[in-house]
């Protein structure tokens, strides 16, 4: 059973643009919304992480929105560049359980010039 | 540190053979997963490691598949016979228990034919 829904699987947006990926998770038990980055032939880095007690943290051009009564989080990356183009996974953890992390399934983004 | 280290990068074997991965964590890290990457499964957890022990291997795919943490700077991965439904790239990834970020390695992309 898939605990985490990811959508959309794939977009293209154009330089300057605003990237939106957004997730949806199942297990009210997860205290830990993390965002990795993946680029070809490397491992998944963190990106941007958020806990639920918050609605919204930003770092740099990179913006979490959680919504806890919906049990829904996004990704929005502004002014988007071409070295954004990378795969995006959502992921969803309970920190007290050792922190495993259950992804989301990947969005593929395409910034274009 | 040089981060998490895996090798080989590339593995081709026939079916029925054996097939070891290694992984090197980041030093003082105690929290060590596996973690496999499929286009058709995504991310999915393996097998997480703490302090050596393993802790939770619900997600290890068959008997087929073993791991193994003998040392807090080493942990293999086997699959004995392997299949060609093992083709995937297998990612290793270590934090400190109690901390949220995970780092991982580059992979191992494992083609079995």
């Known amino acids: 059973q898939q605990q985490v829904k990811q959508s959309p699987q794939s977009l293209i947006v154009q330089k300057g643009g605003i990237s939106i990926i957004n997730c949806a998770y199942e297990?009210?038990?997860?205290?830990?919304f993390p965002w990795y980055q993946q680029f070809p032939g490397k491992g998944p880095a963190l990106l941007i992480a958020?806990?639920?007690?918050?609605s919204e943290k930003k770092e740099g051009r990179f913006t979490i929105s959680f919504n806890k009564s919906a049990k829904q989080f996004s990704l929005h990356i502004m002014d988007s560049q071409p070295g954004d183009s990378a795969t995006y996974f959502c992921?969803?953890?309970?920190?007290?359980?050792?922190?495993?992390?259950?992804f989301g399934g990947g969005t593929r983004v395409l910034v274009k010039p | 540190d040089a981060g998490v280290i895996q090798s080989p990068r590339h593995e081709v074997t026939e079916m029925g053979q054996e097939v070891t991965l290694r992984c090197k964590p980041i030093s003082g890290h105690n929290s060590l997963f596996w973690y496999r990457q499929t286009m058709m499964r995504g991310l999915e957890l393996l097998i997480y490691?703490?302090?050596?022990?393993?802790?939770?291997d619900s997600g290890m795919p068959e008997d087929r598949f073993s791991a193994k943490m003998p040392n807090a700077s080493f942990s293999t991965l086997k699959i004995q016979p392997s299949e060609p439904r093992d083709s995937a790239v297998y990612f290793c990834?270590?934090?400190?228990?109690?901390?949220?970020?995970?780092?991982f390695g580059q992979g191992t992309r494992l083609t079995v034919v």
């Open positions: 992921a969803a953890s309970r920190v007290a359980a050792g922190n495993k992390l259950t």
């Open positions: 958020i806990r639920p007690d918050v």
């Open positions: 990834a270590s934090s400190l228990r109690g901390d949220t970020e995970a780092f």
């Open positions: 490691f703490n302090n050596n022990v393993p802790i939770d």
């Open positions: 297990n009210t038990a997860f205290d830990y």
